[in-house]
């Protein structure tokens, strides 16, 4: 858990789970796993085993140490609806979160199928955001998906934006972070793609944050689009759905 983070949009990070697999072309640069796999067999270090996905249900009950209320993005090093996670895990994570009701905790998957399989047995607390990462056209469709999770905020991850989204529906969305890609091998962000979501979330009324145009570093592009940063936040709603 690190207290403080360099991601724009959270406080915090928590990390009850590390390591993963590529589902999608968003994957194919990923800055978790170019750190993790720094470390690989070094005897000792959280990430010994590199990016192979591994529980540390010993980090399960760390914010509720923290007193001050944050923005936690859960699983910044993982994603918490991969296939190999059991669903009880699952579960002792929401529970935490329940618990620490001081937080608000920030979920983004881009495995919208099993997100979808286990949202309707899942206590969704209205301190919990889910969201889903959607990088070009091909994937639009996890946004529908996220329209049936009743959490407490909606969001979309356009980052690493790869291309326009054409047919994405922002219906019952809360918010949108759009950005471009970061690292040695970082694909380019045409302006003209965040432009269009930028304007589709003004005239429909969701919250729109630019994190960052990406480059060799994830600073170097800066975050002015059109000479203004745009920070915006969703409003939180009050949803509910029966826990089976």
């Known amino acids: 858990m690190?207290?403080?983070?360099?991601?724009?949009?959270?406080?915090?990070?928590?990390?009850?789970?590390?390591?993963?697999?590529?589902?999608?072309?968003?994957?194919?640069?990923?800055?978790?796993?170019?750190?993790?796999?720094?470390?690989?067999?070094i005897s000792g270090h959280p990430y010994e085993q590199g990016f192979d996905l591994r529980l540390w249900p010993g980090r399960l009950e760390q914010p509720?140490?923290?007193?001050?209320?944050?923005?936690?993005?859960?699983?910044?090093?993982?994603?918490?609806?991969?296939?190999?996670?059991p669903e009880s895990y699952i579960r002792e994570v929401f529970d935490?979160?329940?618990?620490?009701?001081?937080?608000?905790?920030?979920?983004?998957?881009?495995?919208?199928?099993?997100?979808?399989?286990?949202a309707p047995s899942l206590p969704w607390h209205s301190n919990v955001w889910m969201g889903v990462t959607?990088?070009?056209?091909?994937?639009?469709?996890?946004?529908?998906?996220?329209r049936g999770v009743p959490a407490a905020a909606r969001f979309i991850s356009a980052e690493p934006l790869l291309g326009r989204l054409e047919g994405l529906n922002?219906?019952?969305?809360?918010?949108?972070?759009?950005?471009?890609?970061?690292?040695?091998?970082?694909?380019?962000?045409?302006?003209?793609?965040?432009?269009?979501?930028?304007?589709?979330?003004?005239?429909?009324?969701?919250?729109?944050?630019?994190?960052q145009w990406g480059g060799r570093t994830s600073k170097i592009g800066g975050r002015l689009l059109d000479g203004r940063t745009h920070d915006e936040w969703p409003e939180v709603r009050d949803r509910t759905l029966a826990v089976a």
């Open 2 to 41: 690190a207290d403080g983070s360099n991601i724009e949009w959270t406080q915090a990070t928590w990390n009850p789970v590390t390591g993963c697999d590529k589902v999608s072309p968003g994957c194919a640069h990923c800055y978790a796993e170019t750190f993790a796999e720094r470390w690989r067999g």
């Open 64 to 85: 509720l140490k923290w007193k001050r209320p944050r923005l936690i993005f859960v699983n910044s090093m993982s994603d918490l609806f991969h296939e190999a996670i």
């Open 96 to 118: 935490v979160m329940g618990r620490a009701s001081q937080h608000t905790f920030q979920i983004l998957t881009k495995r919208h199928d099993r997100l979808g399989e286990l």
């Open 134 to 146: 959607i990088e070009n056209r091909r994937f639009v469709h996890r946004a529908d998906l996220l």
């Open 170 to 211: 922002l219906e019952g969305i809360d918010w949108l972070i759009a950005g471009g890609e970061s690292g040695f091998k970082h694909r380019r962000c045409d302006p003209e793609w965040v432009r269009e979501l930028r304007d589709r979330c003004r005239d429909e009324g969701v919250a729109f944050f630019f994190k």
